[in-house]
């Protein structure tokens, strides 16, 4: 039967687009190369050769990892590679070993390092960090507990669609790298987990977090030193810390946070809403060009919080002076409620006072529907408008 000349061509550019498609991308399946998804198998070098093959391609290069649960004791992902575009697809779990012992001396369970380009896409990642959790909570001399995931030294980063589930320590870091983009990321530990900050982000630059769920028993996202041209928007922080620009000021020469935005928010039952906090110590640091908008508080107990005199166990900054410039700082549409009757707390350096510090559309009450208060020291320029509570304005 002869074929009609229209589907021939059809079927001629079909077959062309599928080779030229296959020939411009390497593709490598986990399990090709090892990797046995019955959470015992020890992973860890499929995982590694499978990163390797795609490091080496000339191609854009994905990595798959299929249904089920991969244990891993821990895995480094070096570049710099020989393409800018290697995706990891997860479909399945990756497992951190059960005894804390195992990688809770190490910096992360999984690293990025030198790597340019690289998208990872769904899949959980269990940090099994509960059994470090009670020793910490306990009085045993314990490990410090590694990342879940990081990223050092890197570019053109996109995370989507992830979970992080009960990290031993922070959920997921992001040190020295440009153009990175979290979106749909969902953070999962207790309330009570000791040292897992959400998001932990220092040295880097254009970095976005976009729709995401975070419960921890830490910051939510932790915003440290180097920081600048980030924007947080759509987040849900509920348990955890809230949102922290800090601390800051840790060090005597230290790199300053600026150009900051966070857009849209919820905390809910959280210890803070949005906080900068600095050491109570010497510092070139500072802090400045600062956004917090549209955001809703939901029983928070420290909702609007600058706390200059960080000063953990009172030791060696008892008696000094936070040199963080905190700057053109702006707060816009919070409203909600607060845990205590203390809703605002400007709390700034007495040798290096908060400038620029504006206030619009905030309306905060405490319990019993009582209008909130708000405590300020060493503020230099405030200006509101529409702002409950009013007392140090």
């Not at 821990?74 to 951190?96: E, H, Q, W, Y």
């Not at 060090?251 to 905390?267: H, P, R, S």
Request: with cysteine; net charge positive; proline share 4%.
């Amino acid at each position: 039967m002869a074929i009609p000349r229209t589907s021939l061509v059809l079927f001629l550019v079909s077959m062309f687009l599928h080779s030229t498609f296959a020939a411009s991308s390497s593709s490598y399946n986990v399990v090709s190369f090892g990797a046995k998804p019955n959470n015992q198998s020890d992973s860890t070098q499929a995982f590694q050769a499978a990163w390797a093959k795609a490091c080496a391609s000339t191609k854009s290069a994905s990595i798959y990892v299929p249904r089920g649960r991969y244990y891993l004791r821990s895995v480094t992902f070096n570049g710099p590679c020989k393409n800018n575009a290697i995706s990891m697809r997860i479909d399945g779990s990756l497992v951190a070993p059960s005894d804390f012992r195992v990688i809770g001396n190490l910096v992360a369970w999984i690293m990025f390092r030198h790597v340019d380009g690289v998208t990872i896409s769904g899949g959980i990642l269990d940090g099994q960090g509960t059994g470090l959790w009670a020793c910490k909570n306990s009085t045993k001399a314990c490990p410090n507990g590694a990342t879940t995931l990081e990223f050092s030294n890197s570019k053109n980063i996109a995370i989507t669609g992830l979970t992080s589930l009960n990290s031993q320590m922070f959920h997921v870091v992001v040190n020295d790298c440009q153009n990175l983009k979290i979106k749909g990321l969902k953070i999962i530990a207790s309330g009570d987990s000791p040292n897992t900050d959400g998001i932990h982000v220092e040295q880097s630059s254009n970095v976005t977090i976009l729709n995401s769920h975070i419960g921890t028993g830490d910051d939510c996202i932790s915003i440290g030193p180097g920081t600048s041209d980030m924007w947080i928007e759509n987040i849900v922080c509920k348990p955890g810390h809230g949102i922290s620009i800090g601390s800051l000021g840790k060090n005597l020469e230290e790199a300053g946070v600026q150009n900051i935005t966070v857009k849209k928010a919820l905390f809910s039952h959280t210890q803070n809403g949005v906080r900068i906090k600095t050491w109570g110590k010497p510092s070139n640091g500072f802090a400045t060009n600062i956004l917090f908008q549209k955001i809703i508080m939901d029983n928070v107990k420290n909702p609007i919080i600058i706390d200059q005199n960080y000063c953990p166990n009172h030791k060696d900054c008892s008696t000094q002076a936070s040199g963080v410039q905190i700057s053109n700082v702006t707060y816009q549409d919070i409203h909600g409620t607060s845990a205590t009757q203390i809703a605002v707390k400007f709390d700034c350096s007495p040798t290096n006072p908060c400038v620029q510090i504006r206030l619009e559309d905030i309306n905060l009450t405490s319990r019993k529907n009582q209008t909130a208060q708000a405590v300020c020291s060493h503020v230099e320029g405030i200006a509101t408008g529409l702002v409950e509570p009013t007392s140090c304005f």
